[in-house]
């Protein structure tokens, strides 16, 4: 009986010990995600997402349907920023435990617990997490496909097969790119299940069930996408032959923007960016097709590659968070790669540690010390203070976040925003539109809406020229003026 007590008692202590590691990664996410949840406005996608969830009965997002209708149900229960905002990180979460669990199964626990690191410490999957948007749900829809796909293609197991076709048709409608996914899943069906005839049908027939499901949803996709592919073409610039190797950059220390504005940091980015290169060479120079963890790079490469090709067949999709589906493959083969690289020489793996610690820090300080997104918070809170009876208020900027934001009654006029190539006609056509007032017009407009710093140049001096300029007061990316009419 003692005996029996102390091998149970030494089991426990095992399985302490080797969860521990990821235990620990886990913690550190639940930290990370939720820190400073809620410190900053919210932009202009989160907005949308809000109205859209709110108007769901009425309007009904009937493109990407999965994230409106979760997010509908949770505003059921707060609608305070750091609730809604929650519900991202629970989908990034379950992403780091998925990605723990395929890094595991493909490989080994280290590149597991590896992978989740990096999807944690992902200043730009910190940021998604923290946003009201469906990034970080479509991600973890495609793990949990992936890793349902995994299993039968280990196991020859067919419910697994099922699982896997449920789990994509929900990626798809949460994001139709998403989908891209299963072009990865063919041609490693198609390798592995070609001598197995029957599991090689039952893939076919959910396959056929998966595309038959996604149908409706893709003709509606494919039909309204047209005019927004058109205005998108003129502002996102189509992928480069460094796209590829730069995601991998940007997927383990980018946040919103490139990490560093010092100068003399650009070249150690660039050193980064070829160490990363190099880690996957390392790992295709280990053969890694002879053992599962080849899938990973199939997983990450040939989606990739889709949406490649396809941002140059129509407009450029090749934008961070449209792709953030693609992350976790991307860092389980870094995470592989570099296991190998530490078992080769340790040295080398531990510049690669340095390195790579002095990069991601510099990203997760500027995320967190840094504010990203216009202060429309700090924006209308200002106007509820200081605006009195008989003012107006006039926006130049989407009017989706302030009037989330504004619950007062000044009367409101949103201006239009003008192209990209603002000359002064176009900035003095804006002004003219502004209604005639009689006391005070509180004028506010949105730094992104002007590419260089001669357009807000121009456009404030248009403002001084035309207005009777009382006070001009900068938030972050907002400036906010209030005006008086011009004396003769």
């Known amino acids: ?11 426990g202590n095992k399985s302490i010990r080797e969860f521990l590691p990821f235990g620990i990664v886990f913690i550190l996410a639940i ?31 009937i493109s990407r349907p999965l994230y409106f209708l979760i997010l509908h149900v ?19 979460l379950a992403s ?21 690191l990096l999807l944690t410490l992902s200043p730009l999957f910190i940021n998604h997490a923290q946003e009201i948007r469906m990034y970080t749900l479509g991600t973890c829809l495609a793990l949990a496909g992936t890793l349902a796909l995994t299993q039968a293609l280990q196991e020859h197991k067919v419910a697994p097969v099922f699982a896997w076709a449920i789990a994509r048709w929900l990626m798809f409608l ?39 499901a996604c149908l409706p949803t893709f003709l509606i996709t494919a039909k309204g996408s047209g005019d927004v592919l058109q205005t998108w073409a003129l502002y996102q610039p189509r992928p480069g032959l460094k796209s590829l190797p730069g995601m991998l950059t940007r997927f383990t220390i980018w946040s919103v923007k490139p990490p560093f504005d010092i100068p003399w940091l650009g070249p150690l980015i660039n050193i980064y960016t070829l160490v990363l290169v190099g ?16 899938w990973v790079i199939v997983w990450w490469f040939i989606p990739q ?53 002095i990069v991601v820090g510099g990203g997760l300080s500027r995320y967190y010390a840094d504010t990203h997104r216009s202060d429309w918070r700090g924006v209308v809170q200002t106007l509820s203070q200081q605006a009195q009876a008989g003012d107006q208020i006039a926006v130049h900027a989407n009017p989706t976040v302030f009037k989330y934001y504004y619950q007062g009654s000044a009367p409101t006029q949103f201006m239009d925003i003008v192209s990209k190539n603002r000359t002064p006609e176009e900035i003095d056509q804006v002004l003219e539109d ?16 002007f590419v260089t710093d001669e357009g807000h140049d121009r456009f404030r001096q248009a403002v001084v020229d035309k207005f009777q300029l009382q006070e001009k007061q900068e938030f972050e990316d907002v400036d906010l003026f209030l005006l008086t009419p011009k004396s003769d």
């Open 1 to 11: 009986m003692q005996r029996s007590s102390l091998d149970t008692r030494f089991s």
């Open 434 to 449: 502004i209604p005639t007032f009689e006391s005070r017009l509180w004028l506010t407009y949105e730094h992104t809406a």
């Open 305 to 357: 590659s889709a949406v490649f090709v396809a941002s140059y067949l129509t407009s450029s999709l090749w934008i961070e968070r449209y792709l953030l589906f693609t992350a976790p493959y991307a860092l389980v083969m870094l995470a592989a790669g570099f296991t190998r690289i530490w078992k080769w020489k340790w040295s080398v793996a531990l510049g690669i540690v340095i390195l790579y610690s």
């Open 174 to 212: 949460t994001a139709p790119l998403n989908i891209a996914m299963i072009f990865a899943d063919f041609l490693l069906v198609g390798w592995h299940f070609r001598r197995h005839r029957k599991l090689l049908m039952m893939f076919g027939i959910s396959a056929l069930f998966l595309g038959a």
């Open 74 to 92: 949770w505003m059921q229960l707060g609608t305070n920023e750091f609730w809604m905002r929650s519900l991202s990180v629970l989908f990034a």
């Open 279 to 294: 880690v996957v060479v390392f790992l295709i120079a280990t053969k890694p097709w002879k053992s599962s963890i080849g």
């Open 31 to 61: 930290f990370l995600f939720f820190y400073q949840l809620d410190s900053e406005s919210l932009w202009n996608d989160e907005a949308f997402s809000i109205r859209d969830a709110t108007n769901i009965r009425t309007k009904f997002k």
């Open 96 to 116: 780091v435990g998925l990605i723990y669990v395929l890094g595991t199964r493909l490989d080994s626990k280290v590149t597991g617990v590896t992978a989740a």
